[in-house]
């Protein structure tokens, strides 16, 4: 039977790694009835991909939700291995974060992979066999202005709708033919800007009899790209081949941007001058298991406290410690195929009238930061000085 302080420390590693679900690129599991915050407990986070970019390796150790940082896990052998027995070692790069030495070009889909975790005192810690699942057709990116509604509990404790006018970014699945397949869905974004940046100086001519003094001025507009996280939950599915469906079980919605009808404010997102929003949207092809992680989680993230919503159950990872089982381990490594596109919205104003318009991209690059578009140097004379001789 656990002590009251015990289960005051059980509960806040419950909260911290569910805060953690919304904080970390690849999402943690978090509770174990047994699990005490004062304990060393190793997490492991590992998401391995066909884009180089998006694999995360992290090995931390569990930390309550009244700690900011969690503490990285240094020293540890980090491997994956595939079902033909090759092996790459990660590299590591401090603060708990592994990486790939060569990205993911040695690794591809339709085979299974094993990540293996040997810490400092020669514990190994294991993930299940997990198949790498190949992509998943993703086609017809588009979006829709529409009214969201949602649920918000109010001062008084009642639940009530509130509406919100956006930009709703979907896009369309294709019928599965032979098999279930299981999906997740991530759309972050950028915001790009533009804002005049003017700095004014002063030289001097120096002629025998006077100094010339002019004023310099420098015009710069600058194009600013700032990137914002989705902080809602990732959208999962799974879709059945012996079940035909319509167009509208096959449409997903994967961001939601509160947007004015107008096209003109845009003060959520920026105080400079608005350009587009930038969308990279990302479909994974995952498996039966993860899949199931993450609806579990979802379904216990998302109760609002009715009678009849989901009770609070065991929520596990699919990582182990096998030199000793009795020993608790959070995480969760996934494989993943990913098709990612990007979808560009911006204002298209005609004759007086704004509209919304997009435009879909298969791959570009965006990277965040102020970059010069245009450039003006104008210069005026101040004045004539004397020069005393």
Known sequence: ???????????????????????????????????????????????????????????TYAAPYTQQQTEGIAGAIITIEDQNNRLIQLKESGNGVYKLPNGSADFSPENEYIATIILADGSVIKSEPIFWNDTLPLANVFFDFNIKTSLVKNSAGEYINVNQEGIFVKFKLQQPKTETVYYRVNADYYVHSQKWISRVGEYIIHEPHYDIVYEIRYDTLYDIYEGFSNVDFPVTGELFPYIEYDQSDLTVSALFLPADNECRNFSNYTEDNFIEWLIPIDLYHTSEQVHNYYSNVAKQLGASGQIFDPIPDQIIGNMHNETDPSEPVLGLFDVVSVNRKYLQIYVYESLGYRSYQSKTLSDTVIKQGWYPNQFYVDTVFIDSLPVNN
């Open 1 to 59: 039977m656990l002590n009251h302080n015990a289960k005051i420390n059980t509960y806040m590693v419950m909260i911290a790694l569910t805060f953690l679900i919304f904080t970390t690129g690849c999402q943690e599991p978090y509770l174990n009835t047994n699990l005490n915050a004062n304990e060393h407990i190793p997490v492991f986070n590992g998401l391995l991909t066909n884009i180089d970019k998006l694999n995360t390796f992290k090995l």
